[in-house]
Structures are given as C-alpha cells and as structure tokens.
C-alpha cells in the first residue's frame, strides 16, 4: 500500500455519508459495479485515504444498519441533515487528538477517488498547515475533497453556530489555499443515475433518511 511522504500532516480521513440520495433513488455510498471492482462507492473513498496514508478511515453521517458490512466506524452526525459542514465538525469533534492535525474529508458518491489527489493536498498542507487545502478543478472548489485542519475548529463551530451549511460559503477569517492540477476525474461526483459512468442496477427502494 502506498503511504503519506514524510513530513505530510498525520491526518484521519472522513467519508461523508449524510445525504438523503434523493435524486439517484438509492444509497449512494453503497453503489457498486463491475467497473468499480464490486467495491461501493463509500469503500472506494476509503481506499483512497488508507492509499494517502490515512491512520483511520471514518463514515460520518447516519447509523444505520444497511452499512454494517463496509467494514468502517460509522460516526452520526451530531446536526444530521443540516448540511456538509455539520458533518465536517462533528468528524473534528469525535478525532480531536494531540496525534492528528488535520481530516480529509471525501464525498461519498466519488466515481473515481484516488490516493495521488488526496497526496496533492497533504504535500500542500504541509507548507499551508494552517489552511483550508481544497482543489480548484474547472474553476469550482471541490469543497468535498479537501484537507482540513483542526486549529481551524472554533472557527468552524462558530461558522456554524452563526447559520453557515455549506463550506462554499466560508466567512473571510478561515483561510483557503487552492491546488490546481488535480485530476478533474478524481473529483468527480454522482447526483443522479445518469451521472454513473454504468447503467444503474441497484434495487431502488427510495431514499435513504
């Protein structure tokens, strides 16, 4: 398995699993396919960060049975349903430690996650440690592909506590470093079925949560 480079921060990795799938009709982070080597989605995203060097690999959202065979420790998000940046303070909350300083934190319904990507931001990280580290791809922020640091928690919380959901909207005092570069297929995402890169085949029972 391929690791972190030496001197790139000790960092707990985060899969965000708290959406509702709504509009692909079934739970994305359990998607899989023979293009996908029979790995889900939520395993695919978790590859990447142990790849990257991750020492634990977390999902952080709902608890529910249904991903009890993904083999990771499910955190419940501590504002469920309230949005991407709930999720990422709850992840900082709960990994807080002296032997970590910062999570990356991935999407869930990632086509194609990959350790290189995340290695990018990590080697940036280190020389930007007090920063945001977030990909510029297509001139959009992959606000759900980023590296974040835990100095940066009180701000977060206060963000937060102040109505902030979405980390596209972060006040001017948390500062943000771009890295351009980045493989736009790595951060690509799935909404929809016609988003999939394969025909969808999963039962559809609805939407989760």
């Keep these: 398995m391929t690791r972190k480079h030496s001197g790139d921060p000790e960092f707990v990795g985060a899969v965000l699993i708290g959406g509702s799938s709504r509009r692909m009709g079934t739970d994305k982070a359990l998607l899989a396919s023979a ?109 759900l592909h980023a590296c974040w640091p835990l100095s940066l928690k009180p701000l977060l919380e206060a963000a937060f506590e102040d109505g902030l959901r979405a980390p596209r909207s972060l006040p001017d005092d948390i500062p943000v470093e771009e890295v351009t570069g980045i493989d736009p297929a790595t951060t690509r995402d799935a909404d929809t079925p016609g988003d999939l890169p394969w025909r969808l085949s999963t039962p559809t029972d609805g939407p989760i949560g």
Excluded: F, Y
């Design 35 to 143: 293009e996908t080597g029979g790995l889900s989605l939520l395993r695919l995203a978790a590859g990447a960060l142990n790849g990257a060097g991750a020492r634990e690999v977390v999902a952080v959202g709902r608890s529910d049975t249904s991903l009890s065979g993904e083999g990771l420790r499910v955190i419940p998000d501590l504002w469920e349903g309230e949005g991407p940046l709930g999720g990422i303070v709850t992840a900082m909350s709960e990994l807080d430690s002296d032997e970590i300083n910062h999570i990356v934190v991935l999407a869930c319904d990632l086509l194609a996650p990959s350790s290189a990507s995340i290695r990018a931001l990590l080697a940036r990280a280190a020389k930007k440690p007090d920063h945001v580290v977030v990909p510029l791809v297509d001139g959009q922020h992959e606000w």
